[in-house]
């Protein structure tokens, strides 16, 4: 059971099942950012970390895993989506934090989703990183069906 407090506008109504995981989730995105370790100071995020993307709500449910070093990005991190209520692996790559001294950058082969990937939009992006930058061409790809939509290119 969970009881959320709520500050604003009462609003009646019947409310089916999804609207109100909606709405729930909804109220948990603007109170958590995801989850994970600060330095001993409490100032930088430090260790493993799962962040919930910008458009996280409940048809979308996108979340970031990976670790943080030195408060920046480091290594392997893995995009999830959940699908059905199932979280499944749909993209990734890994962050080089030897290439800034300030900030981690892509580099390499990446995945990922598009920012308005859901249940029924599944389209990813494959294609690769230089010091932080896209290059090449990246394929389009619509991850339900597994078949490619487009191309993008992208200068070097």
């Known amino acids: ?6 500050v604003g506008k009462l609003v009646t109504g019947v409310l089916s099942l999804d609207e109100k995981l909606c709405k729930i989730l909804s109220i948990l ?3 958590f950012s995801g ?3 600060y330095d001993n100071n409490g100032s930088f995020k430090n260790g493993k970390w799962i962040e919930l993307s910008d458009s996280f709500y409940c048809y979308s449910q996108v979340t970031y895993q990976g670790e943080y070093k030195n408060c920046k ?13 199932v979280n499944q692996e749909k993209g990734g790559g890994e962050y080089d934090d030897q ?11 990446w995945i990922e989703l598009s920012d308005e990937f859901d249940e029924l939009s599944q389209i990813i992006y494959k294609g690769e990183y230089k010091h932080g930058k896209k290059i ?3 394929d389009e790809i619509n991850f339900k069906k597994n078949e490619k939509c487009g191309q993008l ?3 070097n």
């Open 153 to 155: 290119n992208y200068e």
């Open 29 to 31: 995105k603007s109170y």
């Open 1 to 6: 059971m969970v009881y959320i407090k709520t």
């Open 136 to 138: 090449g061409v990246w």
């Open 35 to 37: 989850g994970g370790l």
């Open 73 to 85: 990005k480091v290594g392997i991190w893995v995009i999830l989506g959940k699908i059905q209520g």
């Open 99 to 109: 290439l800034d001294c300030v900030n981690s950058l892509r580099n390499g082969l």
